[in-house]
């Protein structure tokens, strides 16, 4: 049985970290939901733009593999880049696609939780003042249409970092979406919050970059396994970027990252070939 988790938000949730400035995470535990079949995951997890990158979602399931021995886990990738919580509303295309792709995954999974990453795009207009009604429509709506009255939701916050960039005019009020964030998650019930405290951004300001969303992982898990909200760093979190490294990958594991490498013309047909041979010699 697979453990799936529905990722849903704008682009930090998405991923927008720079694959390239961290170890490779291909685990054949961790799947992930395209095109309605489950697929060993590679990153980015998301297709929600050509230059989607890491999010969060895959040190996470490393780490609930880790927890979890012999399970496998799924992600159902939902996530969408720039969206505000009006875009997420119960009647709208984001939140109806997120319901199907869940109960299409429902259907070979257990569906164990709800990771929700969303708010730069309501950091301005004082759009903060609405967000806890809105917020809860969409949590309860997804509780109901996914027959899951008791889901975990696991919340992430906005970095610190917002307001310092380039575009942070529009991110202004990043603190006060942080505030309802927390202040939903304390009062509803199976809410909990992570924070960003600490994270660094990419140049552009916005997006969490590739470390630290591998740490971000690691605090989502950790408000989901201990069933309480991360306020400060998680002990061991700056070693998270070496999360799967001394894990001795699979067979399969291996093919994977050599398929992918040879796909994306990375490496020739005679090097793919001679790799193939070492594989399976």
């Not at 990771?115 to 903060?128: A, F, M, R, V």
């Amino acid at each position: 049985m697979i453990h799936s988790f529905l990722l849903v938000g704008q682009s930090n949730m998405a991923g927008r970290g720079f694959i390239k400035e961290v170890p490779i995470i291909c685990n054949e535990r961790i799947r992930v939901l395209r095109n309605g079949r489950w697929q060993i995951m590679m990153e980015p997890i998301h297709y929600d733009r050509p230059y989607a990158g890491v999010g969060p979602a895959a040190s996470f399931a490393v780490a609930w593999c880790n927890k979890n021995e012999n399970k496998e886990i799924g992600l159902i990738p939902c996530a969408d880049g720039g969206t505000s919580l009006d875009d997420w509303s119960v009647d709208g295309p984001l939140f109806k696609h997120a319901v199907l792709q869940a109960k299409l995954a429902k259907q070979s999974s257990k569906l164990d939780g709800i990771l929700w990453h969303q708010g730069e795009s309501d950091s301005i207009s004082e759009k903060y003042r609405d967000y806890n009604e809105k917020f809860s429509k969409i949590v309860d709506a997804f509780r109901k249409e996914l027959d899951e009255p008791e889901i975990p939701i696991i919340i992430g916050g906005m970095g610190d970092y917002l307001a310092n960039g380039f575009l942070g005019a529009y991110f202004q009020q990043y603190i006060e979406i942080n505030g309802e964030l927390l202040r939903f998650a304390e009062n509803n019930n199976n809410c909990y919050f992570a924070t960003a405290l600490g994270l660094a951004p990419n140049p552009d300001g916005i997006h969490i970059n590739a470390v630290s969303q591998r740490i971000f992982g690691l605090r989502y898990f950790e408000a989901y396994d201990k069933h309480q909200h991360i306020l400060e760093p998680v002990e061991g979190e700056e070693d998270a970027i070496n999360i799967d490294i001394e894990r001795t990958p699979t067979k399969t594991e291996i093919m994977a990252i050599l398929e992918n490498k040879f796909a994306g013309g990375n490496i020739s047909l005679e090097e793919y070939q001679f790799q193939v041979s070492e594989i399976n010699s």
